[in-house]
Each structure stands twice: as C-alpha cells, then as structure tokens.
C-alpha cells in the first residue's frame, strides 16, 4: 500500500513564525504535490515537485516555498505565516507511469494565531 | 451534484439504498478521471478512476459513468453503508498530471 505521511496532525503558530510542513511517501513516487483544502473552496494547489530538487508553482504559491532534497521527502514552508494561511494542508504523491493517481496524506491542520 | 460556492452540496441516503453523486467537468481535452472519498479528519482517498476512451467502469459496490458529449461523471454507490458516509470529490487530470478538483459533495448515510 502507498504510503504517504505528514510530520503533523495539528499544528498552532504564531503569526510571523516560520513553518515547516514535512511529507514523506514510501513508494519511491516521481511527483510530490501540496494542497491546501478550506472550507467551500475545495483543493488548491500550491505547489509541486517531479523530481528532486525541482519545484513548480501551484495555482496559490504566495507565501510559500517548498524544498525537494531527496526523492521521498516534499516540505512545505511558510516563511512568515499569516492568519490567513490557516488551514488544511494535504501532501500527495504520484508516479510517473501508467496513471496519475494521487496519494493523500492524512493531512495537517495548521491554525495561525 | 457538484457546485462550487460556500456550501457543500448535501446527499442524504437511506442505508441500503444507492447513492449517484454527479460531476461536470470543464476541460473537454480532459482524459482521465478519478472520485476520492475523504472522511472527517482524513486525506482523500482513491476510489475509482476512468478513462476517457470508457463510458462506465465498476469496482466494488461502486460504479463511474462518464458522457463526455456533456462533459458530466457521476458515481453510483450500491446498497450504501453508514462508512460511506463522506465528502466525495471529483478530479480532473489536466496537464501534466495535475489535478483539478471540484468543490465536493457530502454524502449523509441515515439508518
């Protein structure tokens, strides 16, 4: 079974700090994917990754960054979090093949006070 | 059916009757679909995909439909569960393998 796991459930910062969302997936997957998920606006993309190293940005990249180093690690980072950026965050990986099913995360729920 | 907007459409379903949750998608280039299911508190889970070059694909207890003339899916859920119980999405893969998603739909499983 694919697996795909964020470093945290529930997660509470401050306003300014600096945030690190990590992903890890155990199914050597090519593409690396962050979302974002709020209530009535479904899925957004912020950023994404097919390989190590290389990023793409989402359909909502401000106010994020991301970093690649090794093939099964995907981090998220919010350099200087705001109240506005609380929310869902969902990890996914995919691989390059025949389908381009996306695995999930269990997610973590970031609150920015 | 689907809908984008502040509230999640709502399927309130007897157990043991079917359930068909519907979806439209905008991009006609689009070849290939997938439904997730996601449960309160967890990430969205694989549930069943179709090509375009399909019109119906079943797995267990479920079934996809997809009419491209009108650019609509639907999943249809047999003899539905209390653990159907969910927020079921519809996805779109545009290009290069992203998704797009649509807003959701809540199914509600009454005993």
Redo the contacts between chains.
Sequence with gaps: DVKVTQSSRYLVKRTGEKVFLECVQDMDHENMFWYRQDPGLGLRLIYFSYDVKMKEKGDIPEGYSVSREKKERFSLILESASTNQTSMYLCASSSTGTTDTQYFGPGTRLTVL | GES?????PTLSVQEGDNSIINCAYSNSASD?F?W?KQES??????II?IRSNMDKRQGQRVTVLLNKTVKHLSLQIAATQPGDSAVY?CAE?SS????Q????TQVVVTP
Excluded: C, E, N
């Design positions: 984008v907007g502040l509230h999640l290939y997938i997730y508190g967890k990430g969205p889970q694989f995909d999405f893969v290069w393998g992203k998704l998603f649509g807003a959701g």
